[in-house]
């Protein structure tokens, strides 16, 4: 017999939550605030794609509590600082034990950074060309993470546009990830009190 997979879990605090976020604390505050939540402007975007590839191969968790030093250590994702990173800078961060200390995906935000301003020269800006993939806003919650994917289509074309424009680590589940975490779509599962067409939910995507 195939294990069912839980949809909501109720807290303490008598809320419905998605399972991942009805523990930690910290991953509580980040479902109820961020997580789902329309995010829109150029170095907001540019940080949550730094970020995703961070996580990638790890808990989210983990870069969630590094995130104020992400912040300190990449000139709070602001692309024109970070793409005028160089060798120094690289050092610095390869010691810096307040970050995920790894080469390549150190190298790839300062990449990433230059992609961003690179947008210009094609016309394009990063808020624009990242939510030309949203697919329409779901009519209905998932009724578990089993419904929830990894990767879709749209993920797919978007790490296949990104990485045409010079971005690194953007594979399509980094894009999904980053789809779900900016308000692209909406996973929230039935229960939760965030999901679509829960009480006290937002109408359509973002807003509070």
Not at 2 to 17: F, H, I, Q, W
Not at 99 to 111: E, H
Not at 136 to 158: K, Q, Y
Request: glycine share 12%.
């Amino acid at each position: 017999m195939t294990e069912a997979v839980p949809v909501a879990v109720v807290g303490a605090d008598g809320v419905g939550r998605c399972p991942w976020g009805a523990g930690d604390g910290l991953l509580a505050e980040y479902h109820d605030t961020e997580w789902g939540r329309e995010l829109r402007g150029r170095d907001a975007l540019f940080e949550r794609i730094s970020l995703e590839a961070f996580q990638s191969g790890l808990s989210w968790l983990i870069v969630l509590r590094k995130r104020p030093a992400f912040r300190a250590a990449f000139a709070g994702f602001d692309p024109e600082a970070v793409a005028r990173f160089g060798d120094d800078d690289v050092a610095r961060l390869l010691a810096d034990a307040g970050i995920v200390r790894n080469r390549a995906k150190i190298d790839a935000t300062i990449a990433n950074a230059r992609a961003v301003l690179g947008l210009a020269e094609r016309g394009e800006d990063l808020e624009t060309l990242l939510w030309s993939f949203a697919p329409p806003p779901r009519e209905a919650p998932p009724a578990g993470f089993d419904e929830v994917p990894a990767t879709t289509p749209e993920s797919t074309a978007m790490a296949k546009a990104l990485r045409a424009r010079g971005f690194r680590f953007v594979g399509p589940t980094t894009c999904y990830a980053l789809m779900q975490a900016t308000g692209m779509v909406d996973d929230h599962v039935a229960g939760c009190f965030r999901a679509v067409g829960a009480a006290g939910a937002p109408r359509g995507r973002g807003t509070a």
